[in-house]
T-cell receptor, first 111, second 117 residues
Framework: GQQLNQSPQSMFIQEGEDVSMNCTSSSIFNTWLWYKQDPGEGPVLLIALYKAGELTSNGRLTAQFGITRKDSFLNISASIPSDVGIYFCAGPANNTDKLIFGTGTRLQVFP | GAVVSQHPSRVICKSGTSVKIECRSLDFQATTMFWYRQFPKQSLMLMATSNEGSKATYEQGVEKDKFLINHASLTLSTLTVTSAHPEDSSFYIC?????????????FGPGTRLTVL
């Protein structure tokens, strides 16, 4: 079935640093969604991408929809302590409205 | 907009009892809601799709008689874990498909932590 693999699995960075993470699949997705999950909470939608090559920003966050439609990238600039959490990519399975979630990237930010 | 709530946020129950979790869309109508389960340090796994006015559709491997889903109105879906056992302990999260286009953005509730003793 369709799978989304995220890398890195975890990151430990210092406040102020920039962060890059990616999400890859062996199959094509027509939509890429990036969510952030704080401990004990539900995921919160950060950015949605709908076109191959699309680059979208939300504050310090920037995400790109890969040209091949098989990957997506999320960048966080000038990280702050509240960026701590797990970042998930997600995409609709086989053009349904069901979402497949990636394996997640756990981000730790040290002051 | 697009706020989803869940109740309760945390529940502890004895093995063999049933637990009901509510999921509400607060400021929009949701014809479709989704129920996920998340084990510690793992990703979200879709359990079932809840459609208003019709039967839920379950993912492969999810027992429909154990996880009863009712989507009786456009703003409420409930998940009942029947005869809960310790292995059912998990973080249950619901989501609702957002209003209008694009149709595949989902908005999530805050989750319910279930602990079965």
């Amino acid at each position: 079935g369709q799978q989304l693999n995220q890398s890195p699995q975890s990151m430990f960075i210092q406040e102020g640093e920039d962060v890059s993470m990616n999400c890859t699949s062996s199959s094509i997705f027509n939509t890429w969604l990036w969510y952030k999950q704080d401990p004990g909470e539900g995921p919160v939608l950060l950015i949605a991408l709908y076109k191959a090559g699309e680059l979208t920003s939300n504050g310090r966050l920037t995400a790109q929809f890969g040209i091949t439609r098989k990957d997506s990238f999320l960048n966080i600039s000038a990280s702050i302590p509240s960026d701590v959490g797990i970042y998930f990519c997600a995409g609709p399975a086989n053009n349904t409205d069901k979402l497949i979630f990636g394996t997640g990237t756990r981000l730790q930010v040290f002051p | 907009g697009a706020v989803v709530s869940q109740h309760p946020s945390r529940v502890i129950c004895k093995s063999g009892t049933s637990v009901k979790i509510e999921c509400r869309s607060l400021d929009f109508q949701a014809t479709t809601m989704f129920w996920y389960r998340q084990f510690p340090k793992q990703s979200l796994m879709l359990m079932a799709t809840s459609n208003e006015g019709s039967k839920a559709t379950y993912e492969q491997g999810v027992e429909k008689d154990k996880f009863l889903i009712n989507h009786a109105s456009l703003t409420l879906s409930t998940l009942t874990v029947t005869s809960a056992h310790p292995e059912d302990s998990s973080f249950y999260i619901c989501s609702a498909r957002g209003p209008g286009e694009p149709y595949n953005e989902q908005f999530f509730g805050p989750g319910t932590r279930l602990t079965v003793l």
